[in-house]
């Protein structure tokens, strides 16, 4: 007797809700195709939450969490975005209501122990027996996992040793990976075993998937664009698959809601009306300039100072999408200026590594490149700017009035978005302490409301 297992995933919705109503609408059509004796399964591969969306940062990602128990959602694991981009508090406490099972396999407190809202892997028994061991790894940005509490396993290592412990247990062995392409494609080698690599982080995607050895990898991009369904076939008398093959469903073809607008009207306000409370009032029109300095820029990189305490400050105008106008202050406000899932950083640099940096900020290309990821949710970079850190007409650089001294070292406050090497490489390996769970909107307020004190 031959079995088909159904499996419905995506990934890496980054709450871009516009797609979501038409994602839901399907999921839980196909849901009603099935009969009960069907085994079908439906997955979310992590970064669901993101909150640059209004929605998610208003309800903390819980909103997030209901859409999936609507949705039908059976099993899921976290990215980067539910893991590092919340307080250790507000993790711990984000899948409270969740209808459906939160399975990742590297992950624990400080101490060693697995947060009860984790399960390191799960056997799901379908109606006729077959056994579906899930396991689950989510991408090791150990630093940032220590800041705030938590300590990242690393991952293939740790599904090694779980797939070794439970494959004699199951009959199909699947991977819920927010570790990225390149990291799956190794885990095809070291882990063989594994049936099914359900990929992201990347925001790679598979049209018909991609077999290696015996692992067939499927990934839906990002943003909600396409739902992957991966069809097993399973022969009950030889006991082992038969075949596996994938396929994405394109969101925008699919069937619309006619209440689409309605949900996305009612989402928005439901974050807007959580985020009205006034956090802090501005004495003066702060207005925004991309390309640059400004006296939002102004402000922001004395705010930065003040809250990290370091020599002299960097960072790109571009992270300003709105001006802070003059009077009180919503979180609504401040998040619509400042959406960016981003925490200050201080790096420690000696002078003549920071000559280098200031160097290398001045490319031309820059202030006009569309960045996408590190954190940054805008659409410009923007002009580098700099407090405290100025070069005068012969290029020589003064760090708060006084000359740069070459072989000194001094401190940087900047984004951790700059921290992942891809601008100034030099950053990669520097000393670094990052500020966390504290947003860079969150210094604004925190400085607005000091200088509100002091007057």
């Known amino acids: 007797m031959r079995e088909t297992i159904q499996i419905y995933h995506t990934n ?21 195709s099935h009969g009960p004796n069907d085994s079908y399964l ?22 997030n969490v209901q859409l999936l128990n609507n949705a039908g959602y059976d099993y899921v694991t976290i990215g980067n975005n539910e893991g590092i981009t919340l307080s250790h508090e507000d993790l711990d406490t984000l899948y409270t209501c969740a209808n459906f099972e939160v399975i990742v396999s590297n992950f624990t407190d400080l101490n060693g122990n697995i947060p009860s809202w984790v399960l390191p892997y799960k056997i799901h028994v379908t109606p006729t027996g077959i056994r579906i061991g899930i396991v689950g790894a989510t991408a090791d940005f150990g630093l940032y996992y220590e800041q705030l509490g938590w300590h990242i396993q690393q991952p293939i290592d ?8 439970i494959e004699k247990e199951v009959d199909v062995l699947i991977c819920l990976s927010h570790l990225g392409m390149s990291q799956d494609e190794i885990m095809t080698e070291r882990i063989p075993e594994i049936d099914l690599i359900l990929g992201s982080h990347t925001h790679h995607f598979f049209e018909e998937g991609k077999t290696i050895g015996n692992t067939l990898q499927a990934a839906a991009g990002k943003y909600g664009a396409y739902v992957g369904q991966v069809t097993i076939d399973y022969d009950h008398v030889t006991k082992r698959i038969v075949s596996k093959r994938a396929m994405l469903h394109v969101t925008h073809t699919l069937p619309k809601p006619t209440d689409l ?59 300003f999408l709105t ?12 998040h619509r200026c400042l959406p960016h899932p981003i925490n200050p950083c201080v790096i420690t640099l000696t002078g003549a590594e920071l000559l280098e940096i200031v160097e290398l900020s001045k490319n031309e290309k820059w202030p006009h490149l569309e960045v996408k990821g ?21 290029g020589d650089l003064f760090i708060g009035g006084e000359a740069l001294i070459l072989k000194k070292e001094y401190t940087l406050a900047t984004l ?25 909107r969150d210094v604004v307020k925190w400085y607005g409301n000091r200088l509100l004190s002091q007057a």
């Open 416 to 440: 951790d978005m700059f921290t992942f090497g891809y601008f100034f490489p030099s950053f990669k390996f520097a000393t670094k302490e990052y500020f966390m769970p504290e947003l860079i």
């Open 261 to 319: 607008d309605l949900k996305l009207k009612k989402w928005e306000a439901l974050g807007n009306e959580e985020l009205a409370e006034t956090v802090l009032h501005n004495e003066a029109l702060l207005h925004k300039e991309w390309f640059g300095p400004s006296d939002m820029s102004q402000f922001f990189g004395k705010a930065l100072l003040a809250f990290t305490k370091a020599d002299c400050a960097m960072f790109p105008a571009g992270i």
């Open 158 to 165: 740790r599904l090694k040793e779980i797939c070794k412990e």
């Open 12 to 32: 890496d919705i980054h709450s871009h809700l516009e797609n979501w109503p038409a994602i839901h609408q399907f999921l839980l059509e196909r849901h009603q």
């Open 323 to 334: 001006d802070l106008p003059k009077g009180p202050i919503t979180a609504s406000d401040l």
């Open 42 to 63: 439906t997955l979310d591969i992590g970064d669901h939450i993101d909150r640059s969306n209004v929605f998610t940062e208003g309800t903390l990602g819980k909103g």
């Open 374 to 394: 590190l954190g940054f949710r805008g659409k410009y970079l923007g002009a580098i700017i700099f407090e405290q850190l100025i070069e005068d007409e012969q």
